[in-house]
């Protein structure tokens, strides 16, 4: 049987300068689950779209790209998932290639995060999520989708994370992150302010794609109105090209929620895209 990878990532590892991992885990979930099937209907689907981008006029063909798979994930254990995904990693960066993660839930950016970090002690983070994600805890754990981005920010501090289309979570959310980063709450418009800031830094992109508005992204855990739309996602993310991006990934799709496969194609534009920047 043939394996299964994202479409232009057929170079060999030992050929590659961008690894794609996909950490089907989602655990943690705290409404509608179903990341877990992401990676591969994602790669599955991935065959309808070109890996040529008009948008960028790039190609994926041109690219070194490699798709290693999916880390192993041990379902009732996290710890031990995050740490084989953190493991995972931490090999794809020593050897010098970025990582492009597919989740999964949003807490699997955690261990990604972390691999890169312990690499790039400068790491700067850009997050586009419609939620902020900075609960201390959820239901009393820690280690949770909607506590992710809290435990980045204990790690690297808060002033090295940009937030943008944030547009749900805690009044004691809003006010930790108005306080100790960079917020742009409901849209994305502002991320040109903050290339200056940002420019001599390596950086990390989590994308939670329920940044987008549900009329275009359904297939998605925790769906909240009032998102940016493809186009304004899209553009944003190409104002960040050229800058020292080490790694990124994309969370939060479960297909299983729109069945008529727009949310996976929408995805599966954006990793492209995504790909292409690194």
């Known amino acids: 049987m043939n394996k299964l990878y994202f479409i232009g990532a057929d170079k060999t590892y030992q050929e590659s300068d961008v690894v794609i991992l996909g950490a089907p885990f989602d655990g943690t979930t705290s409404f509608r689950p179903g990341t877990r099937f992401a990676p591969n209907v994602i790669r599955l689907d991935s065959d309808g779209i070109e890996t040529y981008s008009p948008y960028q006029n790039e190609d994926l063909e041109d690219r070194n790209i490699y798709d290693s798979g999916d880390s192993e994930i041990i379902f009732g254990n996290t710890k031990q998932t995050l740490d084989n995904i ?25 261990p990604s995060i972390q691999a890169v970090y312990e690499q790039y002690p400068e790491l700067r983070i850009i997050h586009f999520d419609a939620h902020t994600d900075l609960r201390n805890d959820y239901v009393g754990e820690k280690l949770s989708h909607a506590t992710v981005i809290k435990r980045v920010s204990d790690m690297i501090g808060p002033n090295r994370i940009y937030q943008f289309g944030i547009r749900s979570g805690l009044k004691e959310e809003f006010i930790f992150a108005k306080n100790n980063h960079y917020i742009e709450q409901f849209t994305v418009d502002t991320v040109s302010s903050i ?30 109105p009032g998102g940016v739309s493809f186009k304004e996602l899209l553009n944003a993310l190409i104002q960040l090209k050229g800058l020292n991006i080490v790694g990124a990934d994309i969370v939060e799709l479960s297909p299983t929620y729109d069945p008529s496969g727009v949310s996976t194609a929408v995805a599966c534009k954006l990793i492209r895209e995504m790909l292409l920047l690194l």
Do not use: A, C, F, R
């Not at 794809?92 to 999964?104: E, H």
């Not at 950086?203 to 297939?219: F, H, N, Q, R």
């Open 86 to 110: 953190h493991n995972d990693i931490k090999n794809v960066i020593t050897d010098q290639k970025k990582i492009m993660m597919i989740g999964g839930e949003h807490l699997v950016s955690l």
């Open 195 to 224: 290339i200056s800031e940002i420019k001599d830094y390596p950086i990390y992109i989590t994308l939670d794609l329920d940044v987008l508005d549900p009329s275009i992204m359904s297939g998605t855990g925790t769906p909240e």
